[in-house]
Structures are given as C-alpha cells and as structure tokens.
C-alpha cells in the first residue's frame, strides 16, 4: 500500500489543519493507521491512531482534546484534525499502516508499521 500526505502548511497559535493520508494499492479496512510527527532534532513520536475495523481511536497526552481522527472507507483516506495548534507540534508528520484486522497493541511504536507517508510539514507560529 502507498500513503500519500498532504494538508500541511503553516497556521498561527490557535489555528487549524486538517491532513490527509490518501492510500492506494490497497483498501484501509483492515490496515491501523497511525499518525506520527518528528521535530527538528527530535525522535518521530506518535501522535493518534485508529484501529483496522471497529475504529478504535487513540491519542497522545498532548493532542487529546485538541486533534481528531476520523477514516473515510469509500475514499480510503485517514484525517487528522488539528484545532487549537500550540507552536510545539510544529513538526513534519506522517501516516503509517499495518495490517492488522483488529486492535493494535503496539500502536504507538515507530517501528512497528509497515507503510510510511512521505511527510507533510506542520508550522505553527504567529
């Protein structure tokens, strides 16, 4: 499967995005789907997931509240919207699949999803 990133841009504090992880090659249905974003001089960290069938939704700490992740089957695309954007998520984030039909339990682990997104750079800074 091929992901495909895109939504990124720049906002002020308080502003929003929405991104956008488009799949081909493959249906998203039974894929989990992570979003991840990596700082200069930062490790990547995951930031959400969505689980393959029953839309199991998870967020980092520092994201909840403010970040939502949604999933449209029929356009085998994932969102995350981003409202009240801090100048610290300002990062290069990316979706990430892994087949697997049910919950994911390691879905917060970098190295434990098989397809990667090129990248789609968030600013956030007045």
């Known amino acids: 499967v091929q992901l495909q990133a895109s939504g990124g841009g720049l906002v002020q504090p308080g502003g929003a995005l929405r991104l956008s992880c488009a799949a081909s090659?493959?249906?998203?249905?039974?894929?989990?789907i992570g979003w991840f974003r990596q700082a200069p001089g930062k490790e990547r960290e995951w930031v959400s997931y969505?689980?393959?069938?029953?839309?199991?939704?998870k967020y980092a700490d520092s994201v909840k509240g403010r970040f939502t992740i949604s999933r449209d089957n029929a356009k085998n695309t994932v969102s995350l919207q981003m409202n009240s954007l801090k100048p610290e998520d300002t990062a290069v984030y990316y979706c990430?699949?892994?087949?697997?039909?049910?919950?994911?339990?390691?879905?917060?682990?970098?190295?434990?999803?098989?397809?990667w997104g090129q990248g789609t750079q968030v600013t956030v800074s007045s």
């Open positions: 990430a699949a892994h087949f697997v039909g049910g919950f994911y339990r390691d879905y917060q682990l970098v190295d434990k999803y098989t397809y």
């Open positions: 090659g493959s249906a998203l249905d039974y894929y989990a």
């Open positions: 969505i689980s393959g069938t029953d839309d199991t939704k």
